[in-house]
């Protein structure tokens, strides 16, 4: 029998987000690699590419020609996952089992930039706040069509996180429901703001803050920091100090210090194993449901796949599919090596 | 304003085993690929391979021989996410946030066949009832240690699910707590079984022989189907018909036909896109804490990542990460897809 080590003996963590757990197996990590590896390309892109279906001025999928853009631009996905149409549909109650219904929604997509080289961590901080101030827009225009109740807004960077095109690019799907996760975490969200009158984030930063050992960087406004129950290797997530419950409440002031601690992370990211670093990312924050949600605070998610090299990743398969995510490496450890990364991005570094 | 068609329009579909909604987007399927391909081996492996540290003979990773089996062989996991250790551990009521607990565990690797190049659907029928009778004894020994109330049996197959060998192999982590997936099923489960004195499985399987449309294979005793809730494109579910709650307590009879139920699902997804199908599988029943648990009725879940081709995969990424899992062609067309694959394996083809 031996004391309990959380940095050394297999264990679980609780998410309070998501109401579950996650097993964390700390001596694991000295496990042999010989399973697939993933493929990089080291060519550099050109700043324009005259077959990409995002470069200004070039014909989309559907035949129409985007325009000229010299900042953030965004259109309407081509091959979106929802449609606008409304549908009639009557519950068909007898049915246990083979429950559906129809789901109404807009996917659009938002180029980052007209350069199709240039990537967040390269990009200058004012081209990063106008992305901010993008999200901000498509957030109040798409919230306030009347069928919306959910803005999800998302990035899925790099070929092994499913992206089909390089060229600096998230999305945005709008829809009727609230997503699975998104349901999920409000209820986490609501159950501790009735009991504690304090959003559970605001309080869950100060406690981080307090620890400091999974904490990767700290601005006035902004936390980056790999949440106590984080899954994947280098997952992180951006939280704002303050209860802010919407990317539109932001002040001026905000904005500019999310678009340092968004530039920073991204930076620290590629630098960790000299490569673009491959995430899906995305915010979570209010549903536009017209109600107040006082429970909800601004927060953004990284899920990284990488493990052990810009080629080797974690795969979240047998046992993580029918049993819980686990994960090999602790938080703490994650957390102490992307806080020694530079802040410079290591294609400038001079050495 | 148009009237509901589930083959057609965007809809959500009720999961009742996890308690949650999947998004279904029928019209996207003719989205077009400019992604990720995968890379699949066209090498044809040897019958044995004498760096493989799985074949009979060979020197394993922690320096031991493996012996010269002929059937199916379990070995302890050299690298295991759990350990057996006792730990002593009192918990901290304090803290909100920073939820832990040690976890105890056993992982054991389960190769299927001395062969290095025998998988599944080309093995003879009696050597995948060696196999299940296997996983029976290995159920019931993990099960009878007295702090394991959890044994979970599954396999990796492809380098596309994180499989680190080729030899054919599978696993089983065995441990104290009921991961995450198992709980929630559990749930679901045991409510509908207080409801309705009979399994939701035996209802379910009933309202799907029914209907027909999803079924993929059906003898005596099991049926195979692409679930109404589906998030995988080729995503299947084999059922006992008969509400077994563990693998232990199938007749002989039974266990033949889940042999065949196996070897005959197994051909179709090799031979769906002429390539050795890669999935996740595993399979759930009843935890081994010592209770009764007539609610489990024992299903063994197929999740396989390809969509297209033997080289395009679904990614489960941005949208499927922060929302919930989105899914292009409808089951009912999957299903039919796979029920039209031939039942003899394209290698044994004779054109
Ligand atoms: O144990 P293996 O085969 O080395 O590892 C594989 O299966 C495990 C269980 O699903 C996963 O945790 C690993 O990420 C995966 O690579
Ligand atoms: O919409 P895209 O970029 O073509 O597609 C990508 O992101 C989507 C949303 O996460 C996923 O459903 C797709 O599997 C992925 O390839």
Known sequence: MKNFDINEDPHRRFNPL???????????????????NETISAETLPKYDPTCYLCPGNVRANGSNNPA???????????AAMKQDEIIFE?????????????QGISRVVCFSPRHDLTLPEMELKAIETIIKTWQKEYTDLGNIKY???????????????????????????????????????????????????????????AELKAGTRIVIENDHFVALVPFWAIWPYETMIV????????TNFTAEEVTAYARILKQLTVKYDNLFSTSFPYSSGIHQSPTDGLEHPEWHFHMHFYPPLLRSATVKKFM??????????????PEKSAEILRQQPEIHYKDAVN
């Open 240 to 247: 704002s100090k303050r209860a802010v419950n919407k990317i």
């Open 91 to 103: 519950e068909d109650i007898k049915h246990t089992f083979f429950k559906a219904k129809p789901e």
């Open 148 to 206: 919306i109740n959910h803005v999800q807004i998302f990035e899925n960077k790099g070929s092994v996180m499913g992206c089909s095109n390089p060229h600096p690019h998230g999305q945005i799907w709008a829809q009727s429901s609230l997503p699975t996760q998104v349901e999920k975490t409000q209820l986490s969200l609501k159950s501790y703001f009735d009991k504690n009158h304090t959003t559970l984030l605001e309080d869950y930063v100060k």
């Open 317 to 330: 398969v047998g046992y993580e599919m029918l049993g819980e995510s686990q994960r090999d490496i602790t």
């Open 18 to 36: 998501l109401n579950e757990w996650v097993l964390v197996s700390p001596h694991r990590a000295k496990r042999p690699w010989q399973g697939q």
């Open 69 to 79: 853009y010299d900042s953030s631009y965004v259109f309407e996905n081509d091959f």
